[in-house]
């Protein structure tokens, strides 16, 4: 295995040639941001899967041991897996971090692997093998073991979705679904033909990328280990640590932010793609509009004056998918205001 020396700034810190001469049928996208004392474990389990895959190991500028745990356990790596290990030249965020090394992949599938998750050894092989049988799936993701810090499974078969979604299905939920971005394996293009992914969270937006291009699917099985721990982004933005009033905005400013930017992405997707079909389109800028609306209602709930709840829930009442929860945030107005 092959080793190169760079700048600290640099974004290569080490590549190598797999031993086999079998090509990779998938590029392994392995992030991380201060996960020292799970990356190890994320890694060995990368380099445990069944076919042999392109492994791209990049730190998002996390200022810990990281790097330097990864280049001492790959340093005598031989197996059948190409290895690459790099970072950031600078901290991005995770939706910026995966459209910087989206292009940087040799195939046409990326399997995205959080620093902080175990993956299952057939995970790749499985999500691959999905991906060739069904050409129209843009992404297929699954269901997960929730795991907690010891790698204990404290909820099976978690976050699963139903086995197709398409841009129908996700416009008569009755709510904002998704399938869990970790979990997720991607093709390349829906990345590289479409704008760069903004916004602070990843799953939603790639879905609906997904979903303007093609399907998304989701397998039954689980297979990931989904790490659950107070880091969790989406214990950020679905800020539960406490129940009172700060937190309960918080959680609201949060949630109709990431809402704001998921559906900006999809509007630039389409905007970008005149060439697709009208109404995947049509059925796209629907998709941003209730992204919106679900945002704007949110942000109402936090107006005192209630006058100002009544066109944001009126715009829910009138949007398929969010009716039942425009309604109830309606009964509200029913009860008395807490002084």
């Not at 190169?4 to 810190?13: D, E």
């Not at 929730?146 to 009755?174: F, H, W």
């Not at 009126?314 to 509200?332: H, S, V």
């Amino acid at each position: 295995m092959a080793t190169t020396t760079t700048a600290s700034i640099q974004p290569s810190l080490f590549e190598g040639v797999a031993v086999a001469d079998a090509p990779p049928v998938a590029t392994i996208l392995l992030v991380c941001y201060r996960m020292q004392d799970t990356i190890l474990e994320a890694l060995d389990s990368a380099l445990a899967q069944t076919v042999p895959c392109e492994i791209i190991v990049s730190d998002d500028s996390s200022g810990d041991e990281s790097l330097q745990r990864i280049a001492a356990r790959v340093r005598d790596y031989r197996g059948p897996h190409r290895l690459r290990v790099r970072s950031t030249a600078r901290n991005l965020g995770l939706c910026a971090h995966l459209t910087e090394l989206a292009p940087m992949a040799s195939t046409g599938i990326l399997v995205f692997l959080a620093g902080d998750d175990v993956a299952y050894p057939h995970r790749a092989e499985r999500l691959v093998a999905h991906l060739a049988k069904h050409p129209q799936a843009m992404i297929v993701g699954s269901s997960v073991n929730d795991i907690n810090a010891r790698g204990e499974v404290i909820k099976p078969c978690n976050r699963g979705q139903k086995p197709v979604l398409t841009q129908r299905d996700l416009r008569r939920a009755g709510h904002l679904i998704t399938v869990l971005g970790a979990s997720m394996a991607v093709r390349k293009e829906v990345f590289t033909t479409l704008p760069p992914l903004q916004g602070r969270v990843e799953d939603n937006a790639l879905q609906l990328r997904a979903v303007l291009l093609g399907e998304c699917h989701c397998l039954p099985e689980p297979l990931l280990g989904y790490r659950r721990h107070e880091g969790n982004l989406g214990n950020w933005v679905f800020d539960r640590s406490a129940d009172d009033g700060a937190t309960w905005r918080r959680r609201q400013q949060r949630v109709a932010a990431m809402y704001h930017e998921i559906a900006d992405d999809q509007d630039r997707c389409i905007d970008a793609r005149p060439d697709l079909p009208a109404e995947r389109r049509e059925q796209g800028r629907g998709l941003a509009r209730m992204y919106r609306v679900e945002a704007r209602m949110r942000e109402a709930l936090l107006e005192p004056d209630r006058r100002r709840w009544l066109a944001p829930l009126w715009d829910g009442l009138r949007t398929p998918g969010l009716r039942r929860k425009a309604f109830e945030r309606a009964l509200k107005l029913l009860l008395p205001q807490k002084k």
